[in-house]
């Protein structure tokens, strides 16, 4: 079986496949990210607006809230931020796609002239998302098929289905 997609990728795309591998790598919802980020603002504001006074007789808990608004607020909020105006700033505002999946491997065309071949054996992960399917590789690099290639919710999981028994049959 072969599939040929033909898409633009734009920078939403880019920022959707780094939300779904987020989403992926901590097992969480962008909502709770986002309620878990809400949490480290109330607790690193929660230690200004008291003030270092209001813990006066416990000054491990007044260390504890600030440090815990440090870090949540940091790792889920931004950390975040910043990697997704690092890919922005990386990445052309749009670019024509032409990825091809056939016995052989992965074949990506880019109307500029570049060309990239994967071969199974390199295919690592497949993550089905709500806004596309994300494919990880052996040497860290991802990619990402938006909703908008596939012909409907069944090609898409025919297409998942088919890469994770590539991926398996690569492996055995």
């Known amino acids: 079986m072969t599939y040929r997609f033909s898409f633009v990728s734009t920078h939403r795309d880019l920022i959707d496949a780094y939300d779904a591998e987020r989403s992926a790598r901590a097992g969480r919802h962008p909502r709770s990210r986002g309620l878990m980020w809400f949490v480290g603002v109330l ?13 006066r007789d416990a000054p491990l808990i007044s260390f504890a809230w600030l440090a815990l ?25 749009q670019q024509q796609l032409d990825i091809s999946f056939t016995d052989e491997g992965m074949a990506t065309v880019t109307p500029e002239g570049g060309s990239y071949a994967r071969a ?34 069944e090609e898409k999981q025919a297409f998942v289905a088919y890469l994770r028994g590539r991926m398996g049959a690569a492996k055995a």
């Open 43 to 55: 607790w690193f504001g929660g230690f200004f607006f008291l003030g270092p006074g209001a813990f």
């Open 69 to 93: 608004g440090v870090f949540v607020t940091w790792k889920m909020g931004l950390k975040p931020l910043i990697e997704r105006q690092r890919i922005t700033k990386a990445s052309k505002p």
């Open 120 to 153: 199974w054996a390199e295919l690592e992960a497949v993550e089905a998302a709500r806004l596309g399917v994300l494919l990880g590789f052996s040497d860290g690099v991802r990619n990402w098929v938006p909703n908008r290639a596939f012909a409907g919710d």
